[in-house]
């Protein structure tokens, strides 16, 4: 048995700074994935996906620790975001427009016959206690996110006061850099969001880039 590992102190690509865009070369990382679209308040399927990857993420957690003597620290909730207008989320932040995936980064030993073993483990153990199914179990998949060079920094406070700095990412640092965005807008949530005050959640805003 090894010891713990915590991939948020080993990865630099989840590293930021309140108040700072630094540009970070984040490797290529795995992850469960669920989709959906919609306004992340009032969507059912948003409320659903997240129910569905943590007690799979968890579920894969042990059976690492069990089958391969591997244990590891489940990674925070993340999400993909992007609208046809990606002013949807600096200036209007038209929440019905947005697509999203959401994520939760898996160590690349999770193969797919793991993978395959935790959704089964998840199976039984609902027939087992007589419970429901994980609503959106079906829906998941297990993929590799290659997001190569990226700008990124740390907002503290509320999800709906990001625009101002996605606004100041977006259009100054990046360009301001000879660079252009690419790829999908990236949050990570450090904290939970059912226990912290608004004021005082930490979020990774993430931006792929290249070259102009």
Known sequence: MTGKTDFKRELD??????????????????????????????????????????????????????????????????????AEDMSAFTVARDKTAWSWTLLIMTPEWIGPDLFAAGVEALRQKSRKAAKALP???????L??????????????????????????MHEEFIPGQGLRMTGTHHEIYLSDARRTAPEKLRTILRQPVEAL
């Open 143 to 168: 993929e590799t996110l290659s997001e190569g060079r990226c700008v990124q920094t740390l907002h503290i406070g509320r999800y709906d006061d990001e625009a101002e700095v996605l606004s100041r």
């Open 13 to 82: 690509a989840y590293r930021a700074r309140a108040g700072e865009f630094r540009l970070v070369d984040v490797p290529a990382l795995q992850y469960l994935m669920i989709d959906g679209y919609g306004d992340p308040n009032t969507e059912p399927a948003y409320r659903t996906a997240i129910e569905t990857l943590y007690p799979l993420a968890y579920t894969l957690k042990f059976l690492s620790k069990r089958e391969l003597g591997r244990d590891y620290t489940v990674m925070p909730l993340e999400g993909l975001w992007w």
């Open 135 to 141: 609503p959106r179990l079906g829906d998941v998949r």
